[in-house]
């Protein structure tokens, strides 16, 4: 199945607003939007935003997501080192009847 | 409070079969959308399968004919049996919940001669 565009990697430095994105199409991000997801090594995925732009209970409020069309955005301000991480967008794509996930951004903090 | 306990990885041979466990609690799988999601060494996330509460299931090409999910809802566990194992299926293999809210720990599985 065809997957969904992110940046292999994004590098900012401390303190600083990186922003993350993720692009598919009209039957996957555009339809439903998009999750996101960070993967530290040696841990399962967390959820940092469900598909309605929701954030869990835990979550930094200095993350934010967002859409537009079919991109979804993923903001993080005030970086700090612990936001250095891999993150991944997922969404359900209503055509294939799969869900998609992008490859990936690692996020570098300087 | 959600829990998801998994079981099953294992070193196997190619064309070999093996079957996953992913325990729940504090919740209950027959009402509950539930998926199984792996990541191959060096590479990211990829989609392998999923369970509507109603107990449609989707899988991914890749593992169309191969592997079946299912639940026990007297045990509360999730499953994915996996046959006809390959040497790309190795992976970390994590059952999830929902649109991603809880994740198992995830467990190895090595296809291997």
């Known amino acids: 199945q065809a997957g969904l565009t992110q940046p292999p990697s994004v590098s900012k430095d401390l303190r600083q607003t990186a922003t993350l994105t993720c692009t598919g199409n009209s039957n996957n991000v555009g339809h439903q939007g998009a999750a996101w997801l960070q993967l530290h090594q040696g841990h399962p995925p967390k959820l940092l935003f469900d598909r309605g732009n929701n954030r869990p209970s835990g979550i930094s409020e200095r993350i934010s997501a967002s859409r537009s069309g079919d991109t979804a955005s993923l903001t993080i301000t005030g970086l700090q080192p612990e936001d250095e991480s891999d993150y991944y967008c997922s969404a359900w794509d209503s055509t294939l009847n799969a869900w998609v996930f992008g490859g990936g951004t690692k996020l570098i903090v300087l | 409070e959600v829990q998801l306990v998994q079981s099953g990885g294992a070193l196997i041979q190619p064309g070999g079969s093996l079957r996953l466990s992913c325990a729940a609690s504090?919740?209950?799988?027959?009402?509950?959308?539930l998926h199984w999601v792996r990541r191959a060494p060096g590479n990211g996330l990829e989609w392998v399968s999923s369970?509507?509460?109603?107990?449609?299931?989707f899988y991914a090409d890749f593992v169309k004919g191969r592997f079946t999910i299912s639940r026990d809802n007297t045990r509360n566990t999730l499953y994915l049996q996996m046959n006809g194992l390959r040497a790309d299926d190795t992976a970390i293999y994590y059952c999830?919940?929902?649109?991603?809210?809880?994740w198992g720990q995830g467990t190895m599985v090595t296809v291997s001669s």
């Open positions: 504090g919740f209950t799988v027959s009402t509950s959308y």
């Open positions: 999830a919940r929902e649109d991603w809210q809880d």
């Open positions: 369970i509507f509460s109603g107990g449609h299931t």
